[in-house]
């Protein structure tokens, strides 16, 4: 459940000031008779204003440890809520990504024909099914985060570590990938998964629409911003384009728009060109 930040309300010292306010008007409203009847006014004045004070100062400090503690369960509501959308997106780009991979194996290997054509046809069930089972456990993982209450545990997260990974992920598929990565330093974890991101979906998109193909991915920094640029030759001839639900790039949009960066993404000549540039300011 989605809840409004708390805030800071406290009319401790406004009402202080009232009690002050009444205790002086009824002072300076009743006469004393005698210099000892003023030292009691006086004095009983003093008391009451020490102890008005003093309630005053206590009660805003237990209003202020509930305000922090509200706070605090605020903040911890919203990051699992964030974490939860991170893993709703995720979970799309799983199982877009897992399903997708099966669809082009299977196409690329009903398209062999000859002697190779059965082995071609075992090696793609196995693919199949090894792409599946990773699949479907990785999605009953994210489901069971997103059923279960409390906060989101975190999972590690993509790194540019993974790059060579998921290179040869869509080598398998039939893809020839290759990469050029410059040292770009040390860059942002955010940063870093977001690359990845790109990398992965514009390569999903080549193999689905472009079908086994020649593509060049290039990585390296251009002052305080990481550019990531993948380029593929167009459509190999007769490779009948699978259509998907095309909210893959639009995700990658918002994910690069919330850095204060831009993606690009269309046709050049044959091909299929998509570049990012992402921010990285925190990165010396």
Do not use: K
């Amino acid at each position: 459940m989605d809840m409004d930040r708390p805030r800071w309300r406290s009319h401790a010292w406004l009402l202080a000031v009232v009690l002050l306010a009444l205790l002086a008007f009824i002072l300076t409203s009743t006469g004393s008779d005698g210099l000892d009847s003023a030292w009691v006014t006086l004095t009983m004045a003093a008391v009451a204003t020490v102890l008005v004070i003093a309630w005053a100062l206590v009660r805003t400090r237990a209003q202020r440890r509930r305000y922090e503690d509200e706070l605090a369960a605020w903040a911890a509501e919203r990051a699992a809520q964030t974490e939860r959308l991170r893993l709703a997106a995720d979970l799309h780009d799983l199982v877009s990504h897992g399903l997708g991979l099966i669809t082009v194996r299977a196409a690329a290997a009903r398209s062999v024909t000859g002697s190779a054509g059965d082995a071609e046809r075992a090696s793609a069930l196995t693919d199949i099914e090894r792409t599946g089972r990773r699949t479907t456990l990785e999605l009953r993982r994210m489901l069971g985060v997103l059923r279960a209450p409390g906060t989101a545990p975190l999972r590690p997260a993509d790194t540019l570590d993974d790059l060579p990974a998921i290179v040869g992920d869509a080598t398998a598929t039939g893809l020839t990938v290759s990469l050029r990565a410059d040292d770009i330093g040390d860059v942002s974890p955010g940063v870093q998964l977001v690359v990845c991101a790109v990398v992965r979906e514009a390569l999903h998109n080549t193999m689905r629409h472009a079908g086994p193909t020649d593509v060049r991915i290039d990585l390296h920094r251009d002052r305080e911003t990481i550019v990531v640029a993948i380029r593929d030759d167009g459509p190999r001839d007769g490779w009948p384009a699978q259509r998907g639900a095309g909210h893959g790039l639009d995700g990658l949009r918002e994910r690069i728009d919330a850095l204060d960066g831009t993606l690009h993404a269309g046709a050049i000549g044959p091909g299929f060109h998509v570049t990012a540039h992402i921010p990285d300011r925190e990165s010396p």
